[in-house]
T-cell receptor, first 112, second 113 residues
C-alpha cells in the first residue's frame, strides 16, 4: 500500500464548476499537507499548505484536512480554463526539513 | 520563496553517455532534493543532498548511477550516468526551507536515444 493515494483521473469539468480533489494517506506522523499545481512542461508550484486538521481558504481555493480520517481535499470554486493542470498532494511530518511524500497527481481539464 | 535555476532545460543524449544537471538557488538552503518524474507519473525522490554530507539515496537509486555533488549552500548537480532509454524522464531539483517550505525548479527533460 502506498503511503499516499490520489485518484489519477483524468478529470474533466465544465468551466465554472466546483472541483474536488482528494488524497488519503496512511502515515499518522504527517502534520503538513500541501497541494501543488503543475502545468505541462513546468515544475510543481505550491498552491497551499495546511498544518494539522482544519480548513484554509485562498481565493477560489480551499484546502481541508481531516487527520482522523487521514483524508485531505482541495476544492476549486468557479473553475477556469487556466486551472487545467496536474494537481499533486504532498505531505510531511515536519515543514521544510525533511522529504515530501507525494500522491500520484490528478490531471484536471476545465472545459470552456 | 527561493528561486531555482535549473540547467539544461532539456537534452537529447546518446545511450551510454552521462549528463550533469545543475541546480542554482538564489539563497542559501540546507536541504536540496532531486526527483525524477516519468511521463504522466508523480515525483519519485532520487536523493536528498545536504551540504557538507554525503547524499542520501532512496531505495532503487544508487550513487554510481546518480552521483550528486553539493559543494555549497546554493548549488548542486545531479549526474545521470551510463544512460539508457529507461532514464528518459524529467529531473527536478527542489529546496526546502522552514520559512517557505518546498520550491521546485522547472525541470530538465531528458531523452535518451
Amino acid at each position: 500500500q502506498k503511503e499516499v493515494e490520489q485518484d489519477p483521473g483524468p478529470l474533466s469539468v465544465p468551466e465554472g464548476a466546483i472541483v474536488s480533489l482528494n488524497c488519503t494517506y496512511s502515515n499518522s506522523a504527517f502534520q503538513y499537507f500541501m497541494w501543488y499545481r503543475q502545468y505541462s512542461r513546468k515544475g510543481p508550484e505550491l498552491l497551499m499548505y495546511t498544518y494539522s486538521s482544519g480548513n484554509k481558504e485562498d481565493g477560489r481555493f480551499t484546502a481541508q484536512v481531516d487527520k482522523s480520517s487521514k483524508y485531505i481535499s482541495l476544492f476549486i470554486r468557479d473553475s477556469q480554463p487556466s486551472d487545467s493542470a496536474t494537481y499533486l498532494c504532498a505531505m510531511s511530518a515536519s515543514f521544510g526539513n525533511e522529504k515530501l511524500t507525494f500522491g500520484t497527481g490528478t490531471r484536471l481539464t476545465i472545459i470552456p | 520563496s527561493a528561486v531555482i535555476s535549473q540547467k539544461p532545460s532539456r537534452d537529447i543524449c546518446q545511450r551510454g553517455t552521462s549528463l550533469t544537471i545543475q541546480c542554482q538557488v538564489d539563497s542559501q538552503v540546507t536541504m536540496m532534493f532531486w526527483y525524477r518524474q516519468q511521463p504522466g507519473q508523480s515525483l519519485t525522490l532520487i536523493a536528498t543532498a545536504n551540504q557538507g554530507s554525503e547524499a542520501t539515496y532512496e531505495s532503487g537509486f544508487v550513487i554510481d548511477k546518480f552521483p550528486i555533488s553539493r559543494p555549497n549552500l546554493t548549488f548542486s548537480t545531479l549526474t545521470v550516468s551510463n544512460m539508457s532509454p529507461e532514464d528518459s524522464s524529467i529531473y527536478l531539483c527542489s529546496v526546502a526551507t522552514t520559512n517557505y517550505g518546498y520550491t521546485f525548479g522547472s525541470g530538465t527533460r531528458l531523452t535518451v536515444v
